[in-house]
């Protein structure tokens, strides 16, 4: 049974100051590794896919990096509209096993 | 090109009941799944259809339902509603490459 793990499940920021979300995984053989966020009520809205440890993939603040164990998302420099929940994912037999997010806020 | 969409947006449903959530994919993906948000659970996957044939069924009870048409469009239903029903049901569509995109959901809640 695949297994996702996010850390931490908060993450309060003040604006500007950068940190880290951690996904761990546990699955046999890794079809990548997807981020999303997600806004309270709507719809996870895709990020990044993550294929080989090693890859890294940058979207303005956002960056996200991929070992043979854990993929990191790294905010940098955030900003209020960058409060959201994260979301990592790994494919599997045609569905998707998310972790269980991490809630980012980012006060002014 | 246009997003996945997903119709009603909210449902308010009494126990025992049943309903029909529709979803429409992003145009040329032929992938549709279907997933259930809940504060206590988080995401979980429900079913995943590919031209009209179900490839994956998660561990739900059989009152959750669904169907594929020729056209890539999806339905799901979910027969004699209980209380724990209550949730944001997403659909998310795929071109094939595991990459999957969600719609706006459906907020269904059950009296």
């Known amino acids: 049974e695949d297994q996702v793990t996010q850390s931490p499940e908060a993450l309060r920021l003040q604006e500007g100051e950068s940190s880290s979300l951690n996904c761990s995984y546990t699955v046999s053989g890794l079809r990548g590794l997807f981020w999303y966020r997600q806004d309270p009520g709507k719809g996870p809205e895709f990020l990044f896919t993550l294929y080989s440890a090693g890859e890294e993939k940058e979207k303005e603040r956002l960056k996200a990096t991929l070992t043979k164990k854990e993929s990191f998302l790294h905010i940098t420099a955030p900003k209020p509209e960058d409060s959201a929940t994260y979301l990592c994912?790994?494919?599997?037999?045609?569905?998707?096993?998310f972790g269980a997010g991490t809630t980012v806020t980012v006060r002014a | 090109k246009a997003g996945v969409t997903q119709t009603p947006r909210y449902l308010i449903k009494t126990r025992g009941q049943q309903v029909t959530l529709s979803c429409s994919p992003i145009?040329?993906?032929?992938?549709v799944s279907w997933y259930q948000q809940t504060p206590g659970q988080g995401l979980q996957f429900l079913f995943e259809?590919?031209?009209?044939?179900?490839?994956n069924k998660g561990n739900f009870p059989g009152r959750f339902s669904g169907r594929q048409f020729s056209n890539s469009r999806s339905e799901m239903n979910v027969s004699t509603l209980e209380l724990g029903d209550s949730a944001l049901y997403l659909c998310a569509s795929s071109y094939g490459n595991n990459e999957q995109f969600f719609g706006p959901g459906t907020r269904l809640t059950v009296l």
């Open positions: 145009s040329g993906h032929r992938s």
């Open positions: 994912a790994v494919p599997n037999d045609y569905k998707l096993s």
């Open positions: 259809y590919f031209s009209e044939t179900q490839r």
